[in-house]
């Protein structure tokens, strides 16, 4: 098993098993509070802090809006609006 913080093998889409799982992660539902930082952890093994850094930068990634274009618009519009209301 690789640690939490090192890179995969990319796919022949060019992102990582992490990136991927970071994405799918992102188009699931929540049933309350705190369900999704638990699986953040239990399912990639890391903290919720170190999640949304990988997070923030790959939806600055073409690759990743390749890969799955609604979320990543999802959550670069969501960013935008949050640093317009700053």
């Known amino acids: ?13 060019g992102l990582s098993d992490r ?5 799918a992660l992102e188009r699931r539902s929540w ?3 705190g369900a999704k930082e638990r699986v953040i952890r239990e399912e990639l ?4 802090v170190r ?3 990988l997070l923030n930068a790959l939806i600055e990634d073409e690759r990743a809006l390749r890969e799955d274009p609604v979320t990543v618009n ?8 949050r640093r317009e209301r700053r």
């Open 1 to 13: 098993m690789t640690a939490p913080d090192a890179e995969p093998t990319p796919s022949p889409s």
């Open 19 to 23: 990136d991927r799982a970071l994405l």
């Open 31 to 33: 049933a309350g509070p």
């Open 45 to 48: 093994g890391i903290s919720p």
């Open 51 to 53: 999640y949304f850094q």
């Open 74 to 81: 999802r959550l670069r519009r969501l960013k935008a609006a």
